[in-house]
């Protein structure tokens, strides 16, 4: 059976950068499935799916941003440290889920909400220090030249 409108797809796939250096991959997380014309996927990668049957692979690379996006700038923000537990340890490079407070602005995700939820915001750690945490919002691959590799696994 090849890819086609409502097919229902799984594929394993690499992610890298145009160095070649892997920067996420499904062996780390785990195969991905989506149903075929319903734009789950960059449009780029869905097109260069169809008519394509199990076994079958596939290279697409994206220029900058045309995947994730660019970077947005007013995605990058600080937050003053005292909004976050005096004991808490943040280290750069680490995930943290921010609760968006009615008024817009940041501010710290209690342990009993659930970070899942509508109004949480996953940013990446970019500095810290004694007055404030820099956080990044934007999605880690966002305007950068990417190159998936794909494997399908199964067509329905």
Same mark, same amino acid.
């Given at each position: 059976?090849?890819? &086609? #409108? &409502? @097919?229902?797809? +799984? $594929?394993s796939y690499v992610i890298?950068?145009? !160095?070649?250096?892997v920067l996420e991959s ?11 014309? &319903?734009?789950?996927? *960059? *449009?780029?990668? +869905? /097109? ?8 079958? #692979?596939?290279?697409?690379? $994206? ?6 996006? !660019? ?5 990058? $923000? ?23 407070? !009615? !008024?817009?602005?940041?501010? /710290? ?7 899942? +939820? ?10 810290? =220090? =004694? ?6 919002? =934007?999605?880690p691959l966002a305007g ?11 067509? @329905?």
């Open positions: 059976m090849k890819i &086609q #409108d &409502q @097919s229902k797809v +799984e $594929f890298e950068g145009m !160095d070649g250096k499904s062996d780390e997380t785990a195969p991905m499935d989506y149903i075929h014309g &319903q734009e789950d996927l *960059p *449009p780029k990668l +869905e /097109e260069a799916l169809a008519g394509m049957a199990k076994g079958a #692979d596939v290279v697409v690379e $994206f220029e900058p941003g045309e995947c994730y996006g !660019d970077k947005d700038p007013e995605m990058i $923000f600080t937050v003053p440290r005292s909004e976050f537990e005096e004991d808490l340890e943040i280290e750069v490079g680490e995930y943290l889920s921010i609760a968006l407070e !009615d !008024d817009g602005e940041e501010g /710290e995700a209690t342990p009993d909400e659930d970070p899942k +939820e509508e109004g949480y915001l996953d940013a990446c750690v970019m500095e810290v =220090n =004694n007055e404030a945490v820099i956080l990044d919002a =934007n999605h950068i030249p990417i190159r998936f590799r794909v494997k399908v696994l199964t067509v @329905s």
